[in-house]
């Protein structure tokens, strides 16, 4: 585990593991449910993280990783089905993780949230399928970008 989690409590520890979970759910609540295909892209984003994202990271995500699959069809299970409600428990969640964030020092924090950042985008757009991608290749609102969401 990464040295600078010793400085929180078992209960900030817990949700900063969850942050992929709350974003990815997030991402993808514009319908009020994830789909597969989200879910699936997700699982595997979380992987591809362990050696992809900043080097700061890599401890983390190979933490996350260990239980992405299970929590993640956990937690979609337990939030209510409006994508409204769901918004609002997730952003609440990711505010406390905002939180928690400072006592890990200014450069994780920053790596965290472009890694989270790059995360959501990745999750928001996985539903475009590839003949989609192949005639459409660029994002045009209204047209492939029905789902986008306000920051």
Known sequence: ??????????????????????????????????????KADAIKLAHLRTFTSDPALHEYYKEVEKTFAEKIEDFDKKLPKGSEERGIILREKLNHINKILPKLGEDYAEAFHRSLNSYARHVSVSHRNAVEFFFIPMNIDGITNQRKKNN
């Open 1 to 38: 585990m990464v040295h600078k989690f010793k400085k929180l409590t078992p209960e900030e520890l817990d949700l900063l593991l969850n942050a992929t979970i709350f974003v990815s759910l997030l991402a993808a609540s514009s319908d009020s449910e994830i789909f597969e295909e989200e």
